[in-house]
Each structure stands twice: as structure tokens, then as C-alpha cells.
Nanobody, 124 residues
Framework: QVQLVESGGGLVQVGGPLRLPCAAL??????MGWFRQTPGKERELVAA????????AYADSVKGRFTIPRDNAKNTVYLQMDSLKPEDTAVYYC???????????????????WGQGTQVTVSS
């Protein structure tokens, strides 16, 4: 099993950057992803990355603005957010699941483990 600890959320101005870390405690040979959710709406994919780091996927709404770097030496995946918009306001969740080194997943149901969520609020 793996425990995911995410942080870095908060209030940020429109257009600003924000970086969310997700630290994995325990075995870390996992594909990982970021999802976000607002009240009354379905959880949606933000970004996903393979354990190798060589394969990634992004939601159309964040392409060109967000990236999902990972540092396996630190057992940490990040969500780097730039050019933030008010519609990016949501609770952001880190997720992980066992996978081959080059595999990633874009469906929430594919993930076995989840972080506690962190609120990101983009103020106009």
C-alpha cells in the first residue's frame, strides 16, 4: 500500500502560479494522477503520469498551462499550475495505483489510493 500526502493549496490570484506536491509514503512503483472536484460536480481528470515519467496525459482544459513533473528520488509528484483561471477553483486530489513503468491511467476508477485533497481558490 501507499499513503499519499498532498499540500500546497490556497488562495492565488488570476494568472498566477501554484505548485502542489504529493508525497508517496511506502512503495512508490505507481502510476499517479491529479483530479479535481467542485461541489455538485463529478471528479475530473487534471493530469496523469507513468512511473517512468515518460508518458503523460492532460485534460483539454489545462493543456499548455499545467504540468505533472515527478521526482522519484523524493517519491513525490507535483502539479505545476500556471496562468490560473477562476474556473480552476476546486479541491485537488492526488491519486496512485500499481502499474507498469510506462503505464498511466485517466479514469478515477483505475486508482487504488487517494490523497486527502487540497483546496485551490483562484481569485479574480
Amino acid at each position: 500500500q501507499v499513503q499519499l500526502v498532498e499540500s500546497g493549496g490556497g488562495l492565488v490570484q488570476v494568472g498566477g502560479p501554484l505548485r502542489l506536491p504529493c508525497a508517496a509514503l511506502g512503495p512508490t512503483n505507481y502510476a499517479m494522477g491529479w483530479f479535481r472536484q467542485t461541489p455538485g460536480k463529478e471528479r475530473e481528470l487534471v493530469a496523469a503520469i507513468s512511473w517512468s515519467g515518460g508518458f503523460t496525459a492532460y485534460a483539454d482544459s489545462v493543456k499548455g498551462r499545467f504540468t505533472i513533473p515527478r521526482d522519484n528520488a523524493k517519491n513525490t509528484v507535483y502539479l505545476q499550475m500556471d496562468s490560473l483561471k477562476p474556473e480552476d477553483t476546486a479541491v485537488y486530489y492526488c491519486a496512485a495505483t500499481p502499474a507498469a513503468s510506462g503505464q498511466y491511467y485517466v479514469r478515477a476508477i483505475s486508482y487504488n489510493y487517494w490523497g486527502q485533497g487540497t483546496q485551490v481558490t483562484v481569485s479574480s
